[in-house]
């Protein structure tokens, strides 16, 4: 079974903002093979990060089987969600994920409406248990 993860940021007024290309690929870079600009394979798992196209902001972004927990990709996606002020979120999920609560003020109303409030997290062990609660 697969499992995909998004990953988006937005404005106050709820619309999506662009994260930087340079600061994704920063973030992964040690680990992921990105001779492919729009799909890069993380080393050591199935994990796939996916891009829209290669342009030098991503509106947003998917990780398709992320990799296990003692993998440096999610320390990477903890520290990427801070420095830009994004959203994490999955289907099922008990509510976006964000790391500081102002970031969740600017959540798009049907985002709330469908996923719930957003849920804040500190640590990848807040991640990793709201994965399994959903």
């Known amino acids: 079974m697969s499992f995909d ?8 007024n709820g ?31 199935a994990a796939v ?8 902001d991503v509106v947003n972004f998917a ?4 990799p296990g927990g003692d993998h440096p990709f999610w320390p990477a996606l903890l520290n990427l969600l801070r420095e830009t002020s994004s959203t994490l979120y999955w289907p099922g999920a008990p509510g976006p994920i964000v790391t500081d609560q ?23 062990e807040d991640i990793f248990r709201l994965i399994s609660e959903s």
């Open 49 to 56: 990060i996916q891009l829209d196209d290669v342009a030098p």
């Open 102 to 124: 102002s970031v969740g003020e600017n959540l798009p109303p049907r985002m709330i409406k469908g996923l719930g409030p957003a849920q804040v997290v500190t640590s990848i």
């Open 15 to 45: 619309q999506p903002r662009p994260i930087s290309r340079a600061l994704i690929e920063r973030a992964f870079g040690s680990f992921a093979d990105m001779s492919d600009p729009t799909r890069w394979k993380v080393a050591d798992s």
């Open 5 to 12: 993860i998004y990953i988006g940021a937005f404005e106050k």
């Open 63 to 66: 990780v398709n089987r992320p």
